[in-house]
Structure formats: structure tokens, C-alpha cells
């Protein structure tokens, strides 16, 4: 086989030995390198942020730390290590969980040699593979939330409640008139808080504030101006 | 301009009707390759535009199957049009075709209720499979961008711990001990966390228990999580790092 570039460098974690031995032997052949196995999650976190793959494939059921929770660590620890999940169970609610967690690929284990070399190549080139179905799932998980995470803040913040209330139909789009009228003030007073929002959070536009605030929601520091 | 090119495909009750699109977009090349591409794969393009304002109106009186929409048209903002029809006719699914500059344009679309998105670059035989694929209910996502649409969706507030609606009878005071109360905390180590008395955080949690009705701690924790989970994606998907009240 001709390569353009270096072999895939792969991580095998699973408890089973014979199933790890099956992987190692699909994937080498398929021209990808296994740097390290691990027969649990705890080692496959620790060869993770060792060996720094370019992909872990990942067991869910293990003893000890399985598969979920290591994904989730090896997205804190090693976010540039990417984790495929290869399951026997076809329950979506669990795949979306490692999604959620962190992976970027969550295969069935009896996807073909072929489709999984490939699978891994896709994800190590930035693509995420998981099933049509699963993509739908995805789809309507976010179609379900308002786009901006609006009516939610941070229970401890510099802003006050007023000013949260302001900075919340700012990022609806809203004009000071209409802020004024939806909360029953002034207009001076509703510019007054946005003042003074814009000077807490350090930015210099109503746009930016609001970029601020997904930040916030989501538990992020406020990003400041390089 | 919107043509009506006549043929509505309909046909007498019992046969298989063939898929109705209609096409927009402002260059009236690509219209007609596509306009050829599709047929041969089966569709009937019962309508064509070249700007937003017809797409939208032949898509409300048509109602074609799909819509296919180049997103990025001539002075009219294409996720203003997907937003309208999603609404309006909820049942036209809509195909997005977006440059290969513009495909963040095309998540959002997806995001609003687009059933797919495509590079324009791809062959149109391409575009037509895809077609075919919508219709199936099938999502039609490029490459590349199912990973952004997963990123997108673990960067949404998870509703759990540390965030509360922003309109609340709650004061601020009585939401920290109530998010502190989600995470597990007892009243003596909330006492230690906020630098307060036991007897204030204890008065503090009667409040918030009255003011939500609650009659029981772990009553007003459900409650607080059913709040949180309101405004954002179902916390029992996130159950493992959420107080475990989610379900």
C-alpha cells in the first residue's frame, strides 16, 4: 500500500484480549500502527496522554473505568487525542452520551474491516462518524433548544439580575425600546445597564456581549481581546 | 423570476406520485443543470426561482416535496427563507446548497429545520441522490460538519449545575444554596462554601422551599432541574455529570 502520509497511530482499549487482538490485526493490516492496548479505561487514559495517538478505539463496557468515563477524561486531559467507540449496542441514548462526553465516532462492532479503517482515517481528518440515524438524533437535539441558550445564566456572576435580565434580551435581538417596554423601565434606565454590562464584562458592543454571555452560559471565562 | 414550468406531477389516485421539488437559486446555469439533474434521476421540478421572495411563495402555495435553496442569494438573506418556510410550511423539507466558504451558513440552517445541506461543488447527480434522501427522512449533513453540529450541541449550557433561568422568584442568595443543595452538598458544608451561618443557610432553604412549593429538599432539587432542563437539551443525557435528578 502506497502512504502519503505516516501510518494512523491507534489505541486499542477493550477488556476483552481476543477482541483486542482481532482490532490490532484488522488495523495493521489496513496499514495503521497500535502504538499500546489497554484492557480498561484507567490505562487507556494513561496511554492516551502518554503515547498521544491520533485515535483511541474505545470498549464502552469495562471493569473498573469504562469506556464513557474515559472518553470524557481523555477529552479533558488529551482533546487532540480523538476517541471512536465500537459497541454492541445499537441504544442511541448511549451513544449520544459519548458524544456528549467527548467522542467523535461511535461505530457498531460489527462494522466491517474495511468500513472501520475507514471510519478511523475520516475522523483522524477531522469528520465525525456516527449513523444516519444517530446524525438525526443530533439534528433534534439541537433544533430543540433556543438557538443561544437564552433564559439561562450563571448562578454567581458580576452582573447583577437586572443586568442579566437586559443582557438576555440582547442576545434575542431585541432593541432598547422593546427591552424597556418588556421590562417596564425607561429607555435611559436600559441603556444605563447596558452600560454597565458592557463595562463589566470588558467588551465594547452589544454583539460582543452577547458572545460573551454564550460564554458565560456555558460556564467559560470571559474571553478577552488578545 | 419564478417560472411555473406546469408540471404539478400529480396523477390519478393508486399510482406512485414522483417526487415534487422545486428549485432556487440565482444563477440560472446552475438552475438549469439542476433542473436536468434531477429529472433524470427521477424528480419533477414543478417550479423554479431565482430569489428568495418567489422561493418562498411557490414553496407556501406548491407545496413541493423539497425545496432545494441556494442559501447565499442576491440581496435576500437564504436563512431568513429557511426560517420562514420551516415555520410556515413545515412539511416542504428544505435542501441547502451553500458555497464551500459558506457551509457555516449551512449548519446554522440545519440548526433552524433545513433536512440537509450540501457543497455546491458536488456533482449534481449528487444533489439529486440527496433529494432522494430527504424525502426518505433522511438527514444529509457535509462532510465535515456532522462534527461541528456535535460541538455545537457540547457547547450548549447543559442546564445543570452553576446555571438558573435568568427570571426567577428566587433570589440570588437562595439560588446559590439551591445550585450548592443540586450538587450534593449538605446545609453545614453550604455553610463552609458561602461563609455563612448554618441557621441563615438554613432559613435561606425554607424560603426557596416555600417559594417553589417544594416540601422537601430533594423535592426542590427536582424542581430546580426541571427548570434548568427547560432552557436547554435533556439533562439525563448528561446524567453522569449532573446531580443525577435529570430523570
Redo the contacts between chains.
Keep these: 500500500m502506497h502512504h502519503q502520509a505516516a501510518p494512523l497511530r491507534v489505541i486499542i482499549a477493550d477488556d476483552d484480549p481476543l477482541a483486542r487482538r482481532m482490532l490490532r490485526d484488522l488495523l495493521q493490516e489496513a496499514g495503521m500502527r497500535v502504538v499500546a492496548e489497554a484492557p480498561d479505561g484507567r490505562e487507556a487514559v494513561e496511554l492516551a496522554c502518554y503515547y498521544r495517538p491520533d485515535v483511541v478505539v474505545m470498549d464502552l463496557i469495562m471493569p473498573g473505568v469504562d469506556g464513557l468515563a474515559a472518553t470524557r477524561q481523555i477529552a479533558e486531559s488529551a482533546p487532540d487525542v480523538k476517541v471512536v467507540i465500537l459497541t454492541s449496542s445499537e441504544d442511541d441514548d448511549v451513544g449520544m452520551m459519548t458524544l456528549y462526553a467527548g467522542a467523535v465516532g461511535f461505530l457498531s462492532k460489527d462494522v466491517g474491516a474495511e468500513a472501520l479503517a475507514q471510519a478511523l482515517r475520516h475522523v483522524h481528518q477531522g469528520e465525525a462518524v456516527i449513523s444516519r440515524r444517530m446524525t438525526a438524533r443530533v439534528l433534534e437535539e439541537l433544533r430543540k433548544t433556543p438557538r443561544d441558550g437564552s433564559g439561562l445564566r450563571p448562578v454567581r456572576s458580576p452582573l447583577t439580575s437586572r443586568e442579566w435580565e437586559v443582557l438576555d434580551l440582547l442576545c434575542q435581538q431585541r432593541s432598547t425600546d422593546a427591552i424597556a417596554e418588556e421590562l417596564v423601565v425607561s429607555v435611559e434606565t436600559v441603556r444605563s445597564h447596558v452600560k454597565s454590562v458592557l463595562r463589566k464584562l470588558g467588551v465594547r458592543s452589544r454583539q460582543e456581549a452577547v458572545a460573551q454571555a454564550s460564554r458565560l452560559r456555558a460556564g467559560l471565562p470571559i474571553q478577552t481581546r488578545p | 423570476m419564478s417560472r411555473d414550468t406546469g408540471e404539478m406531477g400529480s396523477v390519478p389516485t393508486g399510482q406512485s406520485v414522483a417526487p415534487r421539488v422545486v428549485v432556487c437559486d440565482d444563477d440560472e446555469r446552475l438552475r438549469k443543470a439542476l433542473r436536468a439533474a434531477l429529472r433524470d434521476a427521477g424528480l419533477v421540478v414543478i417550479g423554479e426561482a431565482g430569489n428568495g421572495r418567489d422561493a418562498i411563495d411557490l414553496a407556501a402555495h406548491f407545496r413541493p416535496d423539497v425545496l432545494v435553496l441556494d442559501v447565499v442569494l442576491e440581496g435576500v438573506d437564504g436563512l431568513a427563507v429557511t426560517r420562514t418556510l420551516v415555520e410556515r410550511v413545515p412539511e416542504v423539507r428544505i435542501l441547502l446548497l451553500t458555497g464551500s466558504r459558506d457551509v457555516d451558513i449551512g449548519l446554522l440552517g440545519?440548526?433552524?429545520?433545513a433536512a440537509g445541506h450540501l457543497i455546491k461543488d458536488v456533482p449534481m447527480a449528487e444533489i439529486a441522490a440527496a433529494v432522494h434522501r430527504v424525502i426518505r427522512?433522511?438527514?444529509v449533513?457535509a462532510?465535515?460538519v456532522?462534527?461541528k453540529?456535535?460541538e455545537?450541541?457540547?457547547?450548549?449550557?447543559?442546564?445543570g449545575l452553576?446555571?438558573?433561568?435568568?427570571?426567577s422568584s428566587l433570589t440570588?442568595r437562595e439560588?446559590?444554596v439551591l445550585?450548592l443543595l443540586c450538587s450534593g452538598m449538605t446545609v453545614h458544608e453550604i455553610a463552609d462554601q458561602l461563609v455563612l451561618a448554618r441557621d441563615t443557610v438554613r432559613t435561606h432553604v425554607k424560603r426557596l422551599l416555600r417559594k417553589l412549593g417544594a416540601h422537601s429538599q430533594a423535592e426542590a432539587i427536582e424542581i430546580a432541574n426541571g427548570m434548568?432542563s427547560?432552557?436547554?437539551?435533556?439533562p439525563?443525557?448528561?446524567?453522569?455529570e449532573a446531580s443525577g435528578g435529570g430523570e
Design positions: 440545519l440548526r433552524a429545520g427522512g433522511e438527514p449533513v462532510p465535515g456532522t462534527r453540529l456535535i455545537t450541541l457540547r457547547a450548549l449550557p447543559d442546564g452553576g446555571v438558573r433561568p435568568v427570571r440570588p439560588w446559590e445550585d434548568r427547560t432552557f436547554a437539551p435533556t439525563t443525557v448528561a446524567a453522569g
